[in-house]
């Protein structure tokens, strides 16, 4: 693609009422839309009519802890959920987080793919592995498996799912009512596979979906994860503070896609940004430390303490964070660990000041300021090979999204930045990417 003709991405990231931790205790929301399915609707419609590629639903199997106290929760599971939003939008794309840690690929392909015809082609999947010893204590497990074993098993995992998205090829489905065929045999295919850790027979008992294969995206950023999106991934939501963390990001992403036989727009880097947006930059500051003063600090220095492997329950709130163990120590999210020690030091943050910022985006960029302000660093990013677009987080929800969809979206288009209307029907078009042929129609060509 062009220079003159490269186009942003904006996904949505849906996250009840806000993206700042204590959203739900600002005036300007409603915590009690968190179960309601007539919010995400409309959030979801909001994004569509601004011409978004997507919107995205994170998700986590552990249970809030206890210990913890006044706990986040999240009330709707992916499928739920963006099957719902399927049937009240027309164009956007719906992404939804499964894990491959805690999940069989045939369930997670069959879901999926049904997900992708119920949408007409717009289904996108995140994929995790899973950080924590809470969630693998759900599933039988004592402790989670080691960080290098989660990503071999969602490698294997996806080559799972994706021979049997492609079990039926495209022209497998006849229904010829009069001659009474309903599939043609030789187009379906037993994938009959065994590997380390799954073994599975196949076809799918769904045909192949609009798309062929849902969009995938993810979102680790540590070496095992840049490997595994280098390989696998089509999108990618990623996490850099600085314009030079994310130009090293972005262009080793692209490098490494490169080694492997790829091109480099066949993956699409997305930094996630809150846009805390105000008519002045002074308004919106002050709403990004209103917000920051409803933090309710227990929660959040455990929260962190879990992420860092270091107990700061009596840390002194005015003090930097204590010596922190080497990345390789930790068996959770190393980049966000990485990114949240890196914050710390390069900025000289007290624990009190990390635990604002990120209140806000837990790890992301919070960009208080003027929708001129937004946009100037949107195009900076876009244009200084930092990022193909953005996972837009809102701090407060409806608010936030209504503001940007109103102010920003227009001032990215008179920029000749941003669509004015969606080019094709499925997820796949709006990310411009290929429909992917079917791996047994290819080797029977």
Same mark, same amino acid.
């Given at each position: 693609?062009?220079?003159?003709?490269?186009?942003?991405?904006?996904?949505?990231?849906?996250?009840?009422? =806000?993206?700042?931790?204590?959203?739900?205790?600002?005036?300007?929301?409603?915590?009690?839309?968190?179960?309601?399915?007539?919010?995400?609707?409309?959030?979801?419609?909001?994004?569509?009519?601004?011409?978004?590629?997507?919107?995205?639903?994170?998700?986590?199997?552990?249970?809030?802890?206890?210990?913890?106290?006044?706990?986040?929760?999240?009330?709707?599971?992916?499928?739920?959920?963006?099957?719902?939003?399927?049937?009240?939008?027309?164009?956007?794309?719906?992404? =939804?987080?499964?894990?491959?840690?805690?999940?069989?690929?045939?369930?997670?392909?069959?879901?999926?793919?049904?997900?992708?015809?119920?949408?007409?082609?717009?289904?996108?999947?995140?994929?995790?592995?899973?950080?924590?010893?809470?969630?693998?204590? @759900?599933? @039988?497990?004592?402790?989670?498996? *080691?960080?290098?074993?989660?990503?071999?098993?969602?490698?294997?995992?996806?080559?799972?799912?994706?021979?049997?998205?492609?079990?039926?090829?495209?022209?497998?489905?006849?229904?010829?009512?009069?001659?009474?065929?309903?599939?043609?045999?030789?187009?379906?295919?037993?994938?009959?596979?065994?590997?380390?850790?799954?073994?599975?027979?196949?076809?799918?008992?769904?045909?192949?979906?609009?798309?062929?294969?849902?969009?995938?995206?993810?979102?680790?950023?540590?070496?095992?994860?840049?490997?595994?999106?280098?390989?696998?991934?089509?999108?990618?939501?990623?996490?850099?503070?600085?314009?030079?963390?994310?130009?090293?990001?972005?262009?080793?992403?692209?490098?490494?896609?490169?080694?492997?036989?790829?091109?480099?727009?066949?993956?699409?880097?997305?930094?996630?940004?809150?846009?805390?947006?105000?008519?002045?930059?002074?308004?919106?500051?002050?709403?990004?430390?209103?917000?920051?003063?409803?933090?309710?600090?227990?929660?959040?220095?455990?929260?962190?303490?879990?992420?860092?492997?270091?107990?700061?329950?009596?840390?002194?709130?005015?003090?930097?964070?204590?010596?922190?163990?080497?990345?390789?120590?930790? @068996?959770?999210?190393?980049?966000?660990?990485?990114?949240?020690?890196?914050?710390?030091?390069?900025?000289?943050?007290?624990?009190?000041?990390?635990?604002?910022?990120?209140?806000?985006?837990?790890?992301?960029?919070?960009?208080?300021?003027?929708?001129?302000?937004?946009?100037?660093?949107? *195009?900076?990013?876009?244009?200084?090979?930092?990022?193909?677009?953005?996972?837009?987080?809102?701090?407060?929800?409806?608010?936030?999204?209504?503001?940007?969809?109103?102010?920003?979206?227009?001032?990215?288009?008179?920029?000749?930045?941003?669509?004015?209307?969606?080019?094709?029907?499925?997820?796949?078009?709006?990310?411009?990417?290929?429909?992917?042929? @079917?791996?047994?129609?290819?080797?029977?060509?």
């Amino acid at each position: 693609m062009s220079a003159p003709d490269r186009q942003l991405h904006l996904n949505l990231f849906l996250m009840g009422v =806000g993206h700042h931790e204590a959203a739900w205790r600002h005036p300007r929301t409603n915590p009690e839309h968190l179960s309601s399915l007539a919010h995400f609707q409309r959030l979801a419609a909001t994004a569509e009519a601004a011409g978004f590629d997507s919107v995205f639903l994170a998700d986590g199997v552990e249970g809030p802890d206890p210990a913890r106290g006044n706990a986040w929760i999240s009330h709707f599971e992916p499928f739920t959920l963006l099957a719902a939003l399927a049937v009240s939008t027309e164009r956007i794309g719906l992404i =939804g987080t499964v894990s491959t840690g805690f999940t069989e690929p045939y369930n997670l392909a069959r879901q999926f793919a049904s997900l992708d015809h119920l949408s007409n082609g717009r289904a996108g999947w995140n994929i995790v592995t899973s950080a924590g010893d809470r969630a693998a204590r @759900n599933f @039988n497990r004592t402790a989670n498996q *080691e960080h290098a074993v989660r990503y071999q098993r969602a490698a294997e995992y996806l080559d799972v799912v994706e021979s049997l998205w492609d079990s039926w090829e495209d022209d497998a489905l006849v229904l010829d009512r009069a001659g009474g065929v309903l599939t043609d045999p030789s187009k379906l295919h037993e994938i009959n596979h065994r590997g380390e850790h799954f073994q599975v027979l196949g076809p799918l008992n769904i045909p192949r979906g609009p798309q062929g294969r849902p969009l995938l995206v993810q979102a680790g950023s540590s070496q095992d994860g840049r490997a595994f999106a280098a390989a696998h991934a089509e999108a990618v939501f990623t996490a850099q503070q600085t314009l030079d963390e994310g130009q090293e990001f972005y262009a080793d992403l692209k490098r490494r896609a490169a080694a492997l036989g790829r091109t480099p727009d066949s993956i699409v880097v997305l930094p996630g940004i809150v846009p805390v947006i105000g008519s002045t930059e002074a308004e919106a500051k002050a709403l990004d430390q209103e917000l920051d003063e409803l933090i309710n600090p227990a929660r959040a220095i455990a929260t962190l303490s879990t992420l860092l492997g270091v107990d700061l329950t009596d840390h002194p709130l005015d003090a930097p964070l204590p010596p922190l163990p080497p990345v390789s120590a930790i @068996n959770g999210a190393k980049s966000r660990f990485e990114l949240v020690r890196d914050l710390a030091e390069r900025d000289g943050l007290t624990l009190r000041q990390l635990v604002g910022r990120l209140g806000g985006g837990r790890g992301h960029q919070v960009l208080p300021g003027t929708p001129e302000q937004i946009a100037d660093h949107i *195009e900076h990013w876009f244009t200084h090979g930092a990022a193909d677009g953005f996972n837009v987080m809102p701090p407060i929800l409806p608010e936030g999204l209504d503001l940007f969809a109103e102010h920003v979206v227009p001032l990215l288009r008179e920029r000749g930045l941003f669509r004015h209307e969606y080019q094709g029907t499925t997820l796949r078009d709006h990310y411009g990417l290929a429909r992917p042929v @079917n791996r047994y129609t290819a080797a029977t060509a």
